[in-house]
């Protein structure tokens, strides 16, 4: 198991060296407890006083007339805390988030990277207060025992299976016990761990509850307590750290280039591609800027992986912001698939590398605009001519789902390039083969527009009509093309729909003026409504 340790922001800077007590007013953090305003935070000038957290604010200015109080900001210090655990994942990638001001880290595995427990937690705790926080940490087997000496304790590493005697002479509140918990075992004489810890266990359990035991053992390591990390672990990762930080962009791509080729091999051993990518940027202030970048297909070339991330860059520049330059560079995987080995050609090329495909394209039109954004026209099994598409993320359908009878392109909509699906342009669909007469309009209106048509016969062609405020005076004609809903649709059980259980009854017209439409009648007269209504839903180019 690794550190816990509590993190408080310094009230008045971020100096690292206390000032002199003349110069450091007393100050206290209030927020409003039990209906009163009651002291959360202290710095030392106060407790010099005499003041103790959990005290009315009211009680603390009679006695010290002197005292500042500033409210507490629970979403800036959450926001501040996430901050501080996004800057622990130099030290390992399972960082979990622990109460108001607390974080958990489980750095099996990852001590002997920095030299060992104790190098470790020396290393962060300096770290963090040269950035100007308060902070004392803690190393154990347990999350318990870690929790109980950073908060109640003098901090530090705790060897191998020594929990009982580091705890022995702690107070009850360092198991994460309740108020009435810990009041009730006070009352009968217990204050310390070592009180209950060799008291018999069955009648503790009897007369306190279970909590107390179970807080207990997994102190001591007899019970296992995971922790919950803010983020999955990535599949696979590869960092690099400077003794001196580098801050130009050059460096910067040289350096992911270079973790990119890690990554590349270490996928290929696994006979897989990366799906999703993420760039970690530590700065030595403490900030940490991240990048993250999607594919639609399996990835493991690395200078593909390079011109990925420097798309994203140039969607925004602003992303980035060196400062004082950047001490460690982590380059991720987060999500893979299989892919099979790459066919190279006579030339030992890898025939994937030498074409520039779809997938290409889509990938760097979701670097910069996003993913999500970069979407593909997929047919859909609906009878109506506007629900017959549907956009979908480019990135998640196999090439041979786009080809459909009838159809003879892939069209791509990005949103922010205006080819959206709703608006009176209509969404542009797909373009039929040239030898084949064009019996639909490219471009639909969405949704149909109502218009005043004239017809000789209630189910005839019309001889004029009227959309816009302006006539239309009718020529030629051909239809009716009859689109019926099926069987299912209006049946008793069915789910309602919105005028999908209509028939439709579709015209191409030509008016005066040598100009295309499309209109089609809704409802068939006299047996599905008694005064059909049309509707104008495309214009022939």
């Not at 403490?286 to 070339?301: C, D, I, Y």
């Not at 025939?351 to 859909?380: K, S």
């Not at 004609?477 to 309602?496: L, Q, T």
Request: glycine fraction near 10%; charge should be negative; proline fraction near 8%.
């Amino acid at each position: 198991m690794g550190p816990s340790w509590r993190v408080r922001s310094r009230p008045g800077g971020g100096s690292t060296s206390p000032p002199p007590a003349e110069a450091a007013p007393p100050l206290a953090v209030v927020a409003k407890i039990r209906n009163a305003q009651r002291i959360i935070c202290l710095t030392a000038s106060a407790r010099a006083l005499g003041l103790r957290s959990g005290e009315a604010l009211a009680d603390a200015r009679a006695r010290v007339p002197s005292l500042l109080a500033e409210e507490a900001t629970p979403r800036e210090d959450a926001l501040l805390l996430g901050f501080v655990a996004d800057w622990c994942d130099r030290y390992t990638p399972l960082v979990a988030i622990d109460g108001d001001d607390g974080l958990f880290l489980d750095i099996t595995g990852c001590a002997h990277l920095f030299g060992g427990e104790e190098a470790l937690l020396a290393d962060a705790l300096d770290r963090l207060e040269r950035q100007g926080f308060a902070v004392r940490g803690a190393i154990a087997d347990t999350p318990g025992a870690a929790w109980a000496v950073a908060r109640y304790g003098d901090g530090g590493s705790i060897a191998p299976g020594q929990q009982e005697e580091a705890l022995a002479s702690l107070p009850l509140a360092a198991l994460r016990l309740d108020r009435e918990a810990v009041e009730g075992l006070e009352r009968v004489g217990l204050s310390r761990i070592g009180d209950i810890a060799t008291r018999p266990r069955a009648p503790l359990a009897n007369r306190f509850g279970p909590d107390p035991v179970r807080r207990l053992d997994q102190a001591f390591g007899r019970e296992g307590e995971p922790i919950s990390p803010r983020f999955a672990a990535p599949l696979i990762m590869a960092e690099r750290r400077f003794f001196e930080p580098i801050g130009r962009m050059e460096d910067v791509s040289a350096v992911v280039l270079s973790l990119a080729g890690q990554l590349s091999d270490a996928l290929e051993r696994r006979v897989q591609g990366g799906r999703a990518f993420e760039l970690a940027l530590f700065r030595v202030d403490g900030a940490v800027q991240k990048l993250a970048v999607g594919t639609s297909r399996p990835l493991r070339v690395p200078k593909r992986i390079l011109a990925l991330f420097a798309e994203k860059l140039k969607a925004d520049e602003s992303v980035l912001d060196a400062g004082y330059g950047y001490d460690l560079v982590r380059l991720a995987v987060l999500e893979a698939q299989d892919e099979d080995p790459a066919q190279l050609d006579l030339g030992g090329q890898g025939v994937a590398e030498a074409e520039a495909d779809l997938a290409g394209l889509i990938d760097r039109l979701g670097a910069r605009l996003g993913l999500d954004r970069v979407t593909r026209l997929l047919p859909v099994d609906r009878h109506l001519p506007e629900s017959q598409t549907a956009l979908v993320p480019a990135a998640v359908v196999r090439e041979d789902a786009l080809a459909w009878t009838g159809f003879s392109s892939v069209v791509l909509g990005c949103d922010d390039l205006g080819l959206g699906a709703s608006g009176e342009a209509g969404l542009l669909q797909t373009r039929q083969s040239s030898e084949v007469p064009l019996e639909r309009p490219l471009r639909l209106l969405n949704p149909a527009e109502p218009v005043e048509a004239v017809a000789m016969v209630p189910e005839g062609p019309p001889l004029r009509f009227r959309w816009r405020r302006t006539l239309y005076r009718v020529v030629r004609s051909e239809g009716p093309e009859r689109i019926a809903p099926p069987w299912w649709v209006g049946a008793p059980d069915a789910p309602p729909s919105t005028r999908e259980g209509v028939t439709r009854d579709y015209f191409r017209i030509e008016d005066d003026a040598g100009r295309r439409f499309w209109l089609y009648r809704e409802g068939l007269y006299a047996r599905e409504t008694a005064t059909p209504r049309w509707y104008l839903h495309g214009v022939f180019a």
